[in-house]
């Protein structure tokens, strides 16, 4: 079991939210920040790992009914999610799926300030095989100009917006153009754990108020 009590601070799904946005959790994190807890015996991960997998497998819909099966669910935690859903569809997003990435300049529209960041901000663009973008979520935040990422941080929603590419960004507090010679070692073990993925990474951009740089387009990708 995996208590809430046992993750570190930073990693628990509300403390995610709050420094990352919602955005930058899983699905099954997601659905352990709405549920809270879990009961004895069963972890609140293991039964958000059960209601997630549940959404993905699309099949015939995650209704009250369902959710309310869940071993550790119950009416409560049921009507909650239910409510979440029900917002969701009363008010969606503004779709991504029809913005298509082609060039570098494409993205800029969806950093949402990103170059003005004092702290440096790694985000990954999920791409479906049209190039049409599936997601856009940040995957860490860092110090002043020092932010660390792992291949399985990056590819773990890639995998499961089932992307054909992504397109990685990050930005400079510093206000250099130039990548560092961690950004160009990252560059290189994300694109060698995509290969064996089957997810191509098509481009990392590093932005700044004075403008970005395109690492496919340097050749250095």
Do not use: W
Not at 33 to 50: K, L
Not at 100 to 124: M, S, Y
Request: charged share 25%; aromatic share 4%; net charge neutral.
């Amino acid at each position: 079991m995996k208590k809430m009590m046992n993750v570190p601070e930073r990693d628990r799904p509300r403390e995610k939210i709050r420094r990352l946005g919602p955005a930058a959790l899983s699905d099954q994190e997601l659905i352990a920040a709405i549920i809270g807890r879990g009961v004895r015996g069963t972890d609140v991960f293991s039964i958000a790992g059960e209601l997630a997998k549940e959404l993905r497998s699309g099949r015939e819909g995650l209704t009250y009914e369902k959710m309310e099966a869940v071993h550790g669910m119950g009416p409560a935690k049921a009507a909650q999610l239910s409510a979440c859903f029900e917002l969701s569809r009363r008010y969606p997003e503004k779709d991504q799926g029809s913005i298509r990435v082609t060039r570098p300049e494409d993205i800029i529209n969806l950093l949402n300030g990103l170059e003005f960041k004092k702290q440096e901000h790694f985000v990954c663009i999920t791409l479906n095989g049209a190039g049409e973008v599936l997601g856009n979520r940040i995957i860490t935040v860092g110090l002043l100009n020092h932010s660390l990422v792992h291949p399985r941080e990056v590819f773990a929603d890639a995998i499961t917006d089932r992307a054909a590419s992504i397109i990685c960004v990050h930005n400079h507090p510093s206000g250099t153009l130039e990548p560092s010679t961690q950004d160009l070692e990252v560059t290189r073990q994300l694109t060698e754990a995509g290969g064996i993925l089957g997810i191509r990474v098509l481009d990392h951009v590093i932005v700044t108020r004075n403008g970005f740089l395109s690492m496919k387009e340097r050749g250095l990708l």
